[in-house]
């Protein structure tokens, strides 16, 4: 740690400033506090460089959330660590703060030996800042980095990896490699920088994304499992907006070759591409004495119906290997920690959604949700009701039933088996939006 260092304490209540000031009189290596309110920030910016910020935000104070954004959309500051003190805020600003890039938090009523452990912590977080970003600056000036990206160039993309993979295997640590492009098929088609820029939100500070080709890009996930790949991905399906979508393929990094590894992603984003938001697991790819049998499909290739429900079909390379591979502990395991990752980020968000927007169409209109293994969600008036279930059968696929009945007679019924990862947050709000309009078309006309 450096031998002179500067604390800013930010917060609109003086008596907050004045104990934590005297707290930090205990802190060795402390050159300077300053204070100020959160309006003030940008005088005392001007005239301190600050090591770390302590930010005291009170009742889910706005500005303190706001006052976040600004600091890390600022070049000179963005990696100044962010010290977020709370007092009375709830668990969503607490989300949204860390979202927005603090780096720890601390509850009040502030005990003395954390608020300096926290605060030690985060002066080191800050040196080691500053030495990746002159490491970064280097390796930018070498033509390692990309210069407008900030992420790793195409030139250098085998070495990088090969590294990478090497370090992996050298300390047995987990780690996955996604190849991920975007999704041309969708409206809004995102350009390399704007889809990069999503891929590094989507991102830890210590995963690395490569250039692979155009349109085509590396994710190395450090200390991550096949189901930690999978969030990422949701997560950046999620940034990219109902508009866009992104495929791709993942490897879990065990003993395979970087050849093979190389290869079976490309085979494996070129089956995802077929589809849409889909993500293609290539594990085990090279298993056997690097015998080639085959991948785990976790998609599928479904084409419109003509109806609200897309039919859908599963197909793999290897029938023998998906048979042997397919419900095993591990893989039963998987898909439970993908589904309920789904139900959160994909289900129950639609679901409020669309409760939203019927409540403001009509206060007649009953509506049900519900969220889990049987997801049920449900608007009736009067006679006429229309009900979405979606039922998971506890390994990899969910049976869509819509239905629509007057008088207790059915109207309309539809119902398929589908690979639950392809009911992303666009394709349910379609299927969900179809189903409620056609609801409201019979309301009006039996009015």
């Known amino acids: 740690m450096a031998d002179v260092n500067t604390v800013i304490i930010i917060s609109d209540k003086q008596e907050f400033i004045s104990q934590v000031s005297q707290k930090l009189v205990l802190l060795r290596n402390l050159d300077k506090v300053s204070s100020c309110s959160i309006d003030e920030v940008q005088t005392?910016?001007?005239a301190v460089n600050p090591n770390v910020i302590i930010l005291h935000c009170v009742n889910n104070n706005i500005s303190a959330l706001n006052l976040i954004k600004k600091i890390k959309k600022q070049k000179n500051y963005n990696n100044i660590p962010i010290l977020f003190v709370n007092e009375n805020c709830s668990r969503e600003t607490v989300i949204e703060a860390f979202d927005n890039g603090i780096s720890d938090i601390l509850f009040m009523p502030i005990i003395d030996y954390e608020l300096l452990i926290r605060v030690i912590w985060c002066l080191q977080k800050n040196e080691t800042a500053m030495s990746i970003e002159s490491r970064t600056n280097f390796l930018t000036t070498l033509g390692i980095v990309q210069a407008e990206s900030g992420v790793y160039s195409q030139k250098y993309c085998d070495e990088f990896l090969k590294n990478e993979i090497a370090q992996t295997k050298k300390y047995s640590q987990k780690a996955c490699l996604l190849l991920i492009s975007p999704d041309k098929k969708y409206p809004d088609y995102k350009n390399p920088q704007d889809f990069i820029s999503v891929l590094k939100k989507s991102t830890r500070l210590n995963d690395s994304i490569v250039i692979k080709d155009l349109d085509k890009y590396y994710i190395y996930l450090q200390k991550t499992k096949l189901n930690g790949a999978y969030s990422v991905f949701e997560r950046i399906n999620q940034n990219l907006g109902i508009d866009s979508g992104a495929n791709a393929g993942v490897v879990e990094i065990q003993e395979q070759k970087f050849e093979d590894i190389t290869e079976a992603l490309e085979a494996a984003l070129e089956k995802a591409s077929e589809n849409t938001n889909s993500l293609i697991v290539a594990s085990d790819f090279y298993s056997n004495n690097n015998k080639n049998s085959g991948y785990i499909e976790q998609n599928v290739h479904s084409q419109s119906s003509g109806g609200i429900i897309s039919n859908s079909t599963q197909s793999t390379d290897s029938a023998e290997y998906s048979?042997?591979?397919?419900?095993?502990?591990?893989?039963?395991?998987l898909f439970n920690q993908a589904y309920s990752r789904k139900l959160k980020v994909v289900v129950e968000p639609v679901f409020r959604k669309y409760e939203s927007i019927l409540k403001i169409k009509s206060e007649d209109f009953a509506i049900n949700s519900y969220v889990g293994n049987k997801s049920l969600f449900s608007v009736s008036s009067g006679v006429i009701s229309a009900t979405m279930l979606l039922e998971y059968d506890g390994i990899e696929h969910t049976t869509v039933r819509l239905t629509i009945t007057e008088n207790d007679q059915k109207r309309l019924f539809e119902t398929d088996t589908i690979d639950f990862t392809i009911?992303?947050?666009?394709?349910?709000?379609?299927?969900?939006?179809?189903?409620i309009d056609k609801f409201i078309i019979i309301l009006k006309k039996r009015s």
């Open 44 to 46: 005392v910016f001007d």
């Open 323 to 333: 048979q042997s591979t397919a419900f095993d502990k591990n893989s039963v395991k």
């Open 423 to 435: 009911l992303d947050y666009r394709k349910l709000s379609m299927m969900l939006s179809e189903l």
